[in-house]
């Protein structure tokens, strides 16, 4: 099992940046992949940005060139840094992980939230 922490949310405005990160622990030897997803209320959960071991990267059309996703192998920590936060990217975010040779997350934290005002 790995359990997986978040922290970081909160409420800013507009134009400001924040930045999340996700704390691993338990068997994460097993882990390749980290990464973010978003949920809206009502809606799927769905991939902001991921990484994995060897520091390859995805994002959401929608975050590219306003968020960086960064890990940290010897603390297990994942971090997002997201700039010039938009209203629309108010969302709960999740943080997940997913084991070696699969391709959908195995785990998942509490999720945090992160609420833009205009």
């Known amino acids: 099992q790995v359990q997986l922490v978040e922290s970081g949310g909160g409420l ?3 134009g400001e940046p924040l930045r999340l990160s996700c704390a691993a622990s338990g068997s994460i030897v097993s882990i390749n992949s980290m990464g973010w997803y978003g949920q809206a209320p009502g809606k799927q959960r769905e991939l902001v940005a991921r990484i994995n071991r060897a520091g390859r990267t995805d994002y959401a059309d929608s975050v590219k060139g306003r968020c960086t996703i960064s890990r940290d192998n010897a603390k297990n920590t994942v971090f997002l840094q997201m700039n010039s936060l938009k209203p629309e990217d108010t969302n709960v975010y999740y943080c997940a992980a ?3 040779g699969k391709y959908a997350p195995d785990y998942w934290g509490q999720g945090t939230q992160v609420t833009v005002s205009t």
């Open 12 to 14: 800013v405005q507009a």
């Open 98 to 100: 997913t084991r070696m």
